[in-house]
């Protein structure tokens, strides 16, 4: 059939996307809330001492009644008694109010205890999720009045600094997610001229998955981010990476931020979300949230389309979409992604980018989307276009 203009896409809902990203998604992972436990205690003993308190043990467990099983539960009486005297005081409390907290944390950037407990106290600061009444922590005010302290341009600091450390990668991406919904955050944080934002997010996001790929291709991990917590805590500052920038480019007027979109993909996201959504392919967080991002950076831009299948991005946005044929949140940010990357435009030989994608087999993974949610009329309508569109 002759080629014709297809209808103008639908962006899709911000309002049903900001809450799914608020309940799905909000604060850290499990695994991201577990630091080094050097960073957590110090010992109170001295290692010298063991034999004697071998030796102690083996007395009190002969001359015990119970023997052995009562032995067992004094001890674990005095384990966690042990373990709470143990705890060192935090260095950085959130009880210190927001202005304490980001004065102290920009003069001890450099000493990784103060950064721990600093970002564990504007974790706590920043939150206000869970419906927990605060008097510091928590409210829209409290997270207005972190960005006006200079709370974005402190955790770029963080991440410039802290780049090899996922631990404390995630924790700081954490916090900028919370705060990047602000128009104030969104201008100081990710003004294109100024800050370094973009460029520190997504170094963030290629060394987590430099140093995940590297362990990966040894243990045969690939494609999925494996369950010790290196590898969870690298495919959540790729999630996290993806949600900040497409956040950035997020708003009812698409347009506006163009000149940010231009910045975020010469600096490189579409390689760091490509590769992210390609090493963790059975990450379902991963690649809806690369998938968003990719829209959201690309729609009503060219020039970033173009560059987005120049990239190779067909075949991972299909091959994501046949693994995850049952996740519709995947499979609606895959197609909106493809339906707006290959409909008509000025200066665009979008009929060449169509063929390059049905030789890649979006018809399978279309029809698979079509068929998996009948009961979705965007998504239908979509799929019938893009299909229509071989006839």
């Keep these: 059939m002759a080629e014709e203009e297809w209808d103008e896409i639908v962006p899709l809902d911000e309002a049903a996307v900001a809450e799914e990203s608020r309940f799905d998604f ?62 060192r005081a935090p260095k950085i409390s959130a009880d210190e109010g927001p202005s ?8 001890k950037l450099n000493e990784q ?43 770029v600091q963080i991440l410039e600094r802290w780049v090899e450390d996922p631990t404390l990668t995630v924790r700081a991406l954490t916090i900028i997610k919370r705060l990047i919904h602000l128009e104030n955050a969104k201008a100081v944080f990710l003004a294109p001229s100024e800050s370094g934002a973009v460029a520190a997010v997504l170094a963030a996001m290629q060394a ?46 698409a347009e506006a ?15 760091a979300a490509l590769a992210a959504m390609d090493w963790y392919q059975n990450h379902a967080g991963v690649g809806q949230w690369c998938l968003w991002a990719l829209f959201n950076v690309t729609y009503l831009h060219d020039s970033n389309k173009v560059d987005l299948i120049r990239n190779g991005a067909l075949s991972i946005v299909i091959r994501t979409m046949e693994v995850h044929e049952n996740y519709f949140t995947i499979q609606r940010q895959a197609v909106a992604l493809l339906f707006s990357c290959l409909m008509q435009s000025e200066g665009v030989d979008f009929v060449r980018m169509r063929e390059v994608a049905y030789a890649q087999g979006m018809t399978q993974a279309v029809t698979a989307a079509k068929k998996a949610h009948p009961n979705n009329p965007d998504l239908q309508r979509m799929c019938e276009q893009i299909l229509s569109a071989k006839e």
């Design 26 to 87: 909000e604060g850290l992972s499990d695994t991201a809330k577990t630091l080094n436990s050097d960073l957590e205690t110090s010992s109170l003993f001295d290692w010298g001492i063991l034999p004697y308190l071998l030796a102690t043990f083996v007395v009190i467990v002969l001359v015990t009644p119970g023997g052995l099983q009562e032995v067992k539960g004094w001890f674990s009486v005095l384990a966690h008694l042990g373990s709470w005297f143990m705890k």
């Design 100 to 107: 304490a907290v980001i004065t102290k944390l920009g003069v």
């Design 113 to 155: 205890e103060y950064v721990v407990d600093g970002l564990r106290a504007l974790l706590e600061l920043s939150d206000g999720s869970d419906g927990r009444p605060r008097k510091k922590a928590g409210s829209p005010e409290v997270q207005a009045k972190l960005v006006r302290l200079g709370v974005c341009p402190l955790l």
């Design 208 to 253: 987590a998955l430099g140093q995940d790929s590297q362990a990966g291709q040894k243990g045969g991990q690939a494609g999925e981010a494996g369950n010790d917590r290196r590898s969870q805590r690298a495919a959540e500052v790729q999630r996290l990476g993806a949600i900040i920038l497409g956040s950035a480019c997020d708003g009812k007027n």
């Design 257 to 271: 931020t163009n000149d940010l979109k231009t910045v975020i993909v010469d600096e490189g996201f579409l390689k």
